[in-house]
């Protein structure tokens, strides 16, 4: 087998020529733009490709490393060479920017302060994901098993999962993580590119609602500090995977409205793709956005426009969205499996009405969704929420009343229309978004827990900071007049012509910058003391120093070097992310094992990859959290039902899949509804079943009748 160092080097290859290829497709796409929208449209490119390849290599059932590795190679070369670069472009804008002589403003505190914020969240990616073993809930219940699950079966359809029926857009990021590896210990690296788009898309957002760079800049970073985005840089959820390509979809939707390019038509289009198969929550914010946009060119009396971006934006969906949607029709009979087969969604709850914010109607829930946002957030939310319905209020006054919706484009009248219906569209989401408030009938639990509904409500969050920092402009701004005299007199201080340059605003500014700069470190600062057991700040602390220290001496090499100076350090680089890659394999192996044996108080994990195993290639897993199971090979196969009724239930599944042995929780009673009497049913049949382990949280059964043929499977 080759080693993961090897595989290192390709998979670094791989993901530098395509993201040299994918800047490449977004400058040519967006030349006339600033670095900002090129690089989201960068991102954009190389997300999609991948996902691109995955979903066609998937559905035919030949999804292999080798092949999908090929296939974006494959893409990214040909783009590479027929996307050749605008030399005479280029240079008409060099030309452009020399003859110009408006003063450049200078920014570093803006570039100091996300390049602080970025070097933290990567260490923090670093010291709490890749060099932690995975313990969220929800990544060992289904975003990693469904990864392993893929992987094993060569394929974007694997029944033996209890979810493979879930859309996957953030898993398929995931599973190029870990593709040629031979254990998944870089999973936690798939969040980084959504967390990346979602920075540049809420500048870019906020740029196209004519906001200086300044308050672009605070916009954006008030939009991201929530605990959500560190917590989420360290496993598999996908909420930050809705956000970002949300937020995307936006900016390209307004960017057309703006301009009417079919570039950012296209784009639009293959965000919405990606953002409808991220999960099934997901469909309601590609619908706004349709909506949103084509509800702008209807009032704008353009319905050619209004049907080309249904059509567009409906081939972008199908492309890249489609196939996961088509697969459950097909195979569950419902595109959205289990929805609409009532029984199994019975079973699960019995009124999913009653765990959304809009349908509980307990009293507390208020108090306790403020509460939540409080802890979860900071003030810079928390007004913002609170304001939301009289800025929806302003955006449709300042549309209708003081602007002409129905005038010519260079005014901002469709654009204050648009953030409206995004702000009054994602909070609908959001209010109801199933699951919310509870998963238990009366418990509350989600909302106590305050977590859920935070980050189930990032879209709304994130476009009502947007939004409050947009208001507080256009007050400021408009009133700012009142203060020039004082602000010209006081600007003879040296010291305030130094901070408004260094921040580069205006004078005038200066003041409410300032306000929200302090707004948005008084979260920060909360954020971390709230999450201060959970992170490690010291050596996080120390990598981000490091990182910033790396940062600016490779800064000073791409200036001042030669070229084969450059490609030195590139090489150096290369080498120390190999062995760095193989040192990680080597401790995922040998660590894998024990920390899930304690985690869980067991022994059986570390048993898992000797000829001292429990199990041997196959089992059944009757419990929520699977993924240690699959080893940290991924040599074990994993098949768990998603509903176990009865003991006839319980038989047929084992027949069903051929199983030789069946773990489940070595407890009488399981507070999970799911699989709370399988215990009880494989224990008090000793004729059919064998106990072989029973400590702490497991009790594994060997099948005495596990002779049965295997029949073919469908859905659960």
Not at 167 to 191: K, Q, R, Y
Not at 394 to 414: Q, T
Not at 658 to 669: G, I, N, P, S
Request: hydrophobic share 50%; net charge positive; charged share 15%.
């Amino acid at each position: 087998m080759v080693s993961d160092g090897c595989m290192g080097i390709l998979w670094l290859g791989v993901n530098a020529l395509l993201g040299v290829s994918s800047y490449r497709l977004g400058t040519f796409a967006f030349r006339d733009d600033g670095a900002s929208v090129r690089l989201m449209g960068a991102i954009t490119v190389f997300l999609f490709v991948i996902l691109f390849s995955t979903i066609l290599l998937g559905a035919m059932g030949i999804l292999n490393y080798s092949l999908l590795l090929g296939l974006v190679a494959c893409i990214a070369a040909i783009t590479l060479v027929a996307v050749a670069p605008d030399k005479t472009h280029s240079k008409m804008k060099r030309a452009a920017s020399v003859t110009t002589t408006a003063p450049k403003r200078r920014r570093p505190v803006m570039y100091a302060l996300w390049s602080v914020l970025a070097a933290f969240g990567v260490s923090h990616a670093v010291m709490s994901g890749l060099l932690q073993f995975p313990t969220d809930f929800d990544s060992l219940m289904y975003h990693l098993p469904i990864i392993d699950q893929w992987l094993q079966a060569e394929s974007l359809y694997a029944l033996n999962s209890s979810y493979w029926w879930t859309p996957g857009t953030s898993e398929v990021i995931g599973m190029w993580m870990v593709l040629p590896f031979s254990g998944d210990f870089l999973a936690a690296l798939n969040n980084i590119p959504f967390v990346a788009l979602w920075v540049v898309s809420s500048y870019c957002f906020s740029r196209e609602m004519r906001l200086p760079s300044a308050w672009a800049n605070l916009a954006a970073l008030g939009s991201v500090l929530v605990y959500s985005t560190f917590d989420e840089l360290n496993d598999g959820k996908n909420d930050l995977a809705i956000v970002a390509l949300f937020l995307t979809g936006a900016t390209f939707g307004l960017r057309f409205l703006n301009n009417s390019r079919n570039a950012d038509l296209c784009f639009f289009a293959l965000v919405l793709g990606g953002l409808c198969g991220v999960k099934y929550n997901a469909i309601g914010y590609t619908a706004l956005l349709v909506a949103a946009v084509m509800g702008i060119c209807v009032l704008e009396r353009q319905i050619g426009t209004a049907f080309k971006v249904f059509l567009v934006s409906a081939l972008g969906v199908l492309a890249l969205g489609g196939y996961w949607y088509i697969r459950n029709w097909v195979i569950g009979r419902s595109p959205i499996y289990p929805m609409g087969l009532g029984h199994d969604i019975a079973t699960a709850y019995p009124d999913v009405w009653k765990t959304t914010l809009a349908g509980n109607g307990d009293p507390r829930v208020g108090s306790l969704a403020l509460g939540a946002l409080w802890k979860m957030t900071g003030p810079v939310h928390l007004v913002a929420v609170v304001l939301s319905p009289f800025l929806l209020t302003y955006f449709l006054v300042r549309a209708f009343v003081f602007g002409n919706v129905r005038g010519n484009r260079a005014n901002d009248s469709h654009a204050h229309v648009f953030m409206a219906m995004l702000l009054l569209g994602s909070g609908t989401l959001l209010l109801i978004t199933p699951f919310c408030v509870e998963d238990q009938p009366g418990s509350l639990n989600h909302l106590k827990w305050a977590y859920t509904p935070v980050r189930y409500g990032l879209c709304f969050l994130s476009i009502a900071v947007l939004a409050m920092v947009k208001f507080l402009f256009d007050v400021w701004r408009s009133r700012a007049q009142r203060w020039e005299r004082l602000v010209r007199s006081a600007s003879a201080f040296s010291a305030m012509r130094c901070v408004t340059q260094w921040l580069g605003c205006r004078k005038t500014d200066l003041a409410p910058i300032m306000g929200l700069l302090g707004l948005i470190t008084w979260q920060f600062i909360l954020r971390l003391r709230y999450s201060w057991g959970d992170f490690n700040f010291v050596d996080t602390g120390l990598l981000s120093l490091n990182l910033l220290t790396a940062g600016m001496v490779l800064q000073l090499l791409v200036k001042r070097f030669s070229m084969k100076a450059r490609v030195g350090v590139a090489m150096t680089f290369c080498v120390l992310l190999v062995f760095g890659i193989t040192l990680l394999s080597a401790r995922w192996h040998d660590g894998f094992g024990p920390h899930y044996d304690k985690h869980f108080g067991v022994t059986v994990f570390s048993q898992a990859s000797n000829e001292k195993a429990v199990w041997k290639d196959r089992v059944g897993v009757l419990d929520l959290r699977v993924y240690p199971f699959f080893g940290s090979r991924r040599q074990t196969e994993v098949a768990r039902a998603r509903v176990v009724e009865s003991s006839e239930d319980l038989t047929e599944y084992i027949q069903k899949h051929d199983l030789q042995f069946v773990a489940t929780h070595a407890h009488e009673k399981r507070k999970y509804f799911l699989y709370s009497n399988n215990y009880n049913w494989l224990k008090s049949d000793p004729m059919r079943y064998s106990m072989v382990y029973a400590r702490g949280a497991y009790a594994v059964f060997a099948v005495r009748d596990s002779a049965s043929p295997s029949k073919a499977l469908t859905p659960e």
